[in-house]
Every structure is written in C-alpha cells, then in structure tokens.
C-alpha cells in the first residue's frame, strides 16, 4: 500500500481556472505539508498542517489554500492559476511528539505535475 | 537565514566511480541533517540522515557525517552504480525541512 498518495498525477488546466490535488496519507502521522518543485528542481515548503491546525504557511500567496478534513488528508486547492503555477507539487507527511523516534523523518508522495497553459 | 548549498550538477560519473556530492548549511542551533533522493518519476525518499555532531548516516553504500565545525554533511559513495542515477537533496531541520537547489547525478556503464 502507497503510504503517502497524490491525485491527481498529472493536471494540465487553463490559466484561470480552479483546481484541486488530493493528498492522502495511511501512516498515523500527525504532520502533513505541502512543497513546490519548480523546473529547476528547487523545492520549497508551502503549508504544514498539524491534527489538522495550520503551523506553516510561507508567503504562499491566498489563491493557495489547504484543507485538511482530518489529519490523514491534506488538499491543496488553486484559483485562479497562473503560468508561474506551472510545477510539481508534492505532498509529505512525519510523525508527531510521541510518534517514535523517527519523528524527524518526512514521507514524500509521488507528487502532481501541474501545467498551466 | 537558513539555507543549504551544495555542489551544482549535473554530474556525470562512470560506474564504480567514487562520488561526492558537497553539502554545507547555515541554521540556528544543531538540525537534523538528510540526504534525499528522487529517482526519475517519482517524490523523494529518505536516503541516509545524522542526527547530532560525529554521526554518520549510512545507507545503500552512501555514508555522511555530520560536521559540525565545517557545518558539512557531505554525501560520499565509494563505488557508484547505474541505478544510482537520481537527483540527491541535502536538506535540514526539524518540523521544517530547508532543502539544497538539487544535484543531478547520472552514472553511464
């Protein structure tokens, strides 16, 4: 079983539109984040919900906007796409306070390529 | 702030090559330092992590050690294989991870 999953894998959508990428995770983790990969394979961290709180958001500009329905799902919901949207974007999940000793260990989905035309 | 720098790519070995791939970090305190990796298609995975000064993550063949007064962890491999192919992260942190720009490792027969 895929311990950190996406969906969808590959999203190609107009500039404009709204769009959402599902992240589920069946570790028991408590920790959850979203990150960008741009074309140059720079990764940067967007949000991380914990139990379902946001804990961080990193400038991320508000057309981005997470949900977290409990703490095994983290969606990632876009408006109004841009082409500087175009990315891949992955998904993580790590193990809470009192989650074992590897708590510092974050699980990667497959992540979403994202192209905006 | 906190960042991460390591060796640009791509870098291109022959198999049974030796490999290092230079990882150095600016970060308040004593992180968590890893290696990641992302095989072609897919997200990344943990490679090998340290956890304090003088250790040595392992794994696959890849060792690292943590340094604390080079603030290094570069990432080494005595023998490298086609199949280690990939793009190698050096990252640190705890709750947050900051991540390296990426190195693109291809290793030809």
């Known amino acids: 079983d895929t311990a950190v999953s996406q969906t969808p894998k590959y999203l190609v959508t107009q500039m404009g539109n709204d769009k959402s990428i599902k992240c589920e995770q069946n570790?028991?983790?408590?920790?959850m984040y979203w990150y960008k990969q741009d074309s140059k394979k720079f990764l940067k961290i967007m949000f991380s919900?914990?139990?379902?709180?946001?804990?961080i958001n990193e400038t991320v500009p508000n057309r981005f906007s997470p949900k977290s329905p409990d703490k095994a799902h983290l969606n990632l919901h876009i408006n109004s796409l841009e082409l500087g949207d175009s990315a891949v974007y992955f998904c993580?999940?790590?193990?809470?306070?009192?989650?074992?000793?590897?708590?510092?260990?974050?699980?990667f989905g497959a992540g979403t390529r994202l192209s905006v035309l | 702030g906190d960042s991460v720098t390591q060796m640009e790519g791509p870098v291109t070995l022959s198999e049974e090559a030796f490999l290092t791939i230079n990882c150095t970090y600016t970060?308040?305190?004593?992180?968590?330092l890893f290696w990641y990796v992302q095989y072609p298609g897919e997200g990344l995975q943990l490679l090998l992590k340290?956890?304090?000064?003088?250790d040595k993550g392992s794994n696959k063949g890849f060792e690292a050690t943590y340094r604390k007064e080079t603030t290094s962890f570069h990432l080494e491999k005595g023998s490298v294989q086609v199949s280690d192919s990939a793009v190698y992260f050096c990252?640190?942190?705890?709750?947050?991870?900051?991540f390296g720009t990426g190195t693109r490792l291809t290793i030809i027969p």
């Open positions: 993580a999940s790590r193990p809470g306070l009192g989650q074992g000793l590897a708590k510092n260990i974050q699980y």
């Open positions: 570790l028991g983790h408590d920790t």
């Open positions: 919900y914990n139990n379902k709180e946001l804990i």
């Open positions: 970060a308040t305190g004593y992180p968590s």
């Open positions: 340290a956890t304090k000064a003088d």
């Open positions: 990252s640190f942190g705890n709750e947050k991870l900051t």
